[in-house]
């Protein structure tokens, strides 16, 4: 008996499981049982020996590379059990099922199998993906193995970190010939479990990766390409599509995306800067120490401190009592007596306040700068009078509070000084002049760098905008592709798709015209049918319930014959095709039906138009020979 073996392709099953019959109510698919293309083989075609057997081939129909080449396994499987039996057969797979055919077709060379019994193998609208292996082996091994790999890699490391480390401290070890022996056979030690593991794993991938060898490719394409046939409409939605999609370069991200989130972003950059200048440490300790040393110049300073605090004690001893003496004359009212006591008194104690004041900066040619530098030591730098670890800040820039307080110095005391004159005793105006203007003087200041902070970042936002928007279009794309394609290997990057396989060199042409219009005019008349109902149906999409049952009342509208792709086997004529396709090869022949038919006779020459523009095709790519 002579078995025709069908393979649907991917989401075939669409709507529940893959199954040979159809489901209650449901035409019947071409592969599934009672269809008009089981019914037509059976019809057109016989064996050498009798009625010809139809078998289907159930995969999970997944647009995933990895099941199709399960699928392909077990199609293997199917077809090594007819060459058991000895019988003749050919095998029809429409759009990925063909995938599946070839899968199958690279695995049974690289396990030695020539299958003599297949006949012929027709592909119907097959999109072939055509993938390259990652370019090293890290990249082709699973996410496991690479952590493995990366593992062998630690006593390797360790020993490099341990040599790079002598070569700084002990160079001179270098120098001598024993240690350069021992680190040598150290050396290849350290690097056997890598060695070992790179070996396991590169074996490994040979026995994965047969599909590149190209011992393996050639014995593929002598072996199986003289008995293909593919069959494909130029409008194939699948095949011109995934064949076009490697090539898409639509821009997705604009150029200046990112720049607004970052503008927004850099309004907040001040207080998160602030935020991480007072809780790092080394920062803090690092102001600190530069306001000691350079700013208020502590070690130079410090050395008249005691002297400079005990002439401002006298001064704040005598303007306490200078102020008694002033609230005494206030209260001193009609006392005539009293009263001129108490102005005798102030007046005096004004001259001896003015005296000492006087004294004060003359003793004190750095009064001005002492105080600031004792007074910033007392804040920062002492801790009850007690010196803080090694002189510096207190609580070493861990104290969040006392950083803060240090900023807070800095944009109070250090600004106001950059602006006053620094006589700190001359008169009451002065003093409320150092509290008014910080208020006025830090918002300007930190005004003016917050805008130079958002001009900067709208000028690196937009370099990096640029830079992300390529990035972020070549991964979108990728993933696009990698979807498309069904790319779910980790060791290979889907490229693109062709209607033939990737080990076979010249493509089939599309169908000849007058089949492919009644397949045109076919696919358009069901489209007309469905937009009608599909229009009539909106008022029921609009008020169904939940974004499952809308999508289940689309596809209720939808045969899928709308599609060039899904209508190839609803056309009496290519159905004639096939069969004649199958007839005409050895082990099978037309049945009386179809012998001498009119049916026959333009499937036949529809087969030998496809065939005969395929030879030209290749004869016009074929190199021209050098002349004698």
């Given amino acids: 008996m002579s078995t025709i073996i069908t393979v649907h392709g991917t989401f075939a099953h669409l709507g529940g499981e893959p199954s040979q019959e159809a489901a209650p109510g449901v035409d019947p698919q071409w592969w599934q049982n009672g269809s008009p293309t089981e019914a037509d083989l059976k019809k057109y075609v016989e064996g050498m020996d009798g009625p010809v057997r139809v078998v289907r081939f159930i995969w999970n129909g997944d647009n995933s590379v990895l099941a199709r080449r399960q699928a392909g396994s077990a199609l293997l499987k199917k077809m090594l059990e007819l060459e058991k039996e000895g019988e003749d057969y050919c095998v ?29 193998w027709i592909t119907v609208g097959t999109p072939f993906v055509s993938l390259r292996k990652e370019t090293t082996l890290f990249l082709r091994l699973s996410l496991l193995q690479k952590a493995m790999f990366v593992a062998s890699l630690m006593l390797l490391l360790m020993f490099a970190f341990y040599v790079a480390g002598e070569a700084v401290t002990a160079i001179d070890k270098f120098s001598r010939p024993n240690w350069l022996y021992r680190l040598g056979l150290y050396a290849v030690m350290m690097s056997v479990p890598f060695a070992v593991f790179w070996a396991v794993f590169k074996y490994l991938d040979l026995r994965k990766l047969y599909f590149y060898r190209p011992k393996n490719i050639a014995r593929t394409e002598s072996t199986f390409a003289p008995r293909w046939l593919g069959l494909w409409h130029e409008d194939d939605e699948a095949v011109s599509g995934l064949s076009s999609i490697g090539g898409i370069r639509v821009r997705i991200f604009h150029s200046n995306f990112a720049v607004p989130l970052f503008s927004l972003l850099s309004v907040f950059l001040l207080p998160v800067l602030y935020l991480l200048l007072v809780t790092s440490p080394s920062l803090m300790t690092g102001i600190a120490n530069y306001l000691r040393d350079d700013v208020y110049q502590l070690s130079q300073y410090e050395r008249y401190g005691g002297q400079v605090t005990t002439s401002r004690q006298q001064v704040r ?35 001896e306040v003015k005296a000492a004041r006087d004294k004060l900066h003359s003793e004190n040619p750095n009064l001005v700068p002492v ?14 009078g007690q010196p803080c670890t090694n002189g510096g800040l207190c609580g070493e820039g861990r104290n969040i509070a006392l950083n803060s307080k240090l900023l807070f110095h800095l944009v109070t005391d250090e600004a106001a000084s950059l602006f006053l004159d620094n006589e700190l005793w001359q008169g009451r105006s002065n003093r409320i002049t150092r509290l008014i203007l910080p208020v006025i003087l830090v918002p300007v200041v930190f005004g003016v760098i917050a805008v130079i902070l958002v001009l900067l970042v709208q000028a690196v936002s937009g370099l990096l905008s640029r830079l992300l928007s390529r990035l972020l279009d070549e991964l979108t794309w990728l993933e696009i592709k990698r979807s498309a394609l069904g790319n779910d290997s980790e060791t290979e990057v889907a490229v693109t798709a062709q209607p033939r396989p990737f080990w076979i060199k010249q493509a089939y042409p599309v169908l000849p015209a007058e089949l492919g219009n009644q397949i045109t005019d076919y696919s358009n008349g069901v489209a007309t049918q469905s937009l009608g109902k599909f229009r009539n149906a909106i008022g029921e999409l609009a008020f169904s319930d939940g974004m499952e049952n809308k999508q289940q009342n689309v596809l209720s509208y939808l045969t899928w014959r709308e599609l060039i792709h899904s209508s190839y086997f609803e056309i009496p004529q290519f159905r004639w095709l096939i069969a004649e396709a199958i007839a005409s090869t050895e082990g099978f022949k037309r049945s009386g ?20 523009d395929r030879a030209a095709s290749a004869s016009k790519a074929a190199p021209i020979p050098a002349s004698s």
């Avoid at 797979?93 to 049974?108: M, Q, Y």
């Avoid at 005598?318 to 004359?329: G, K």
């Avoid at 105080?371 to 801790?383: G, Q, S, T, V």
């Fill in 593 to 612: 039906d179809f012998e001498g038919s009119e049916k026959s006779h333009n499937a036949a020459s529809w087969l030998e138009q496809v065939q005969q």
């Fill in 317 to 351: 001893k005598l303007r306490r009592s200078l102020q008694r003496a002033e609230q005494e004359l206030e209260d001193a009212g009609d006392d005539l007596v009293g009263r001129l006591d108490a102005e005798k008194q102030v007046k005096e104690l004004r001259v």
């Fill in 92 to 120: 029809i797979g429409h759009s990925h099922g063909g995938s599946v055919i070839s899968s199958a077709l690279v695995e049974a060379t690289a396990r030695g199998k020539k299958l003599n019994g297949l006949r012929r």
């Fill in 371 to 384: 105080a600031r530098a004792m007074r910033f030591k007392k804040r920062f730098l002492e801790d009850d």
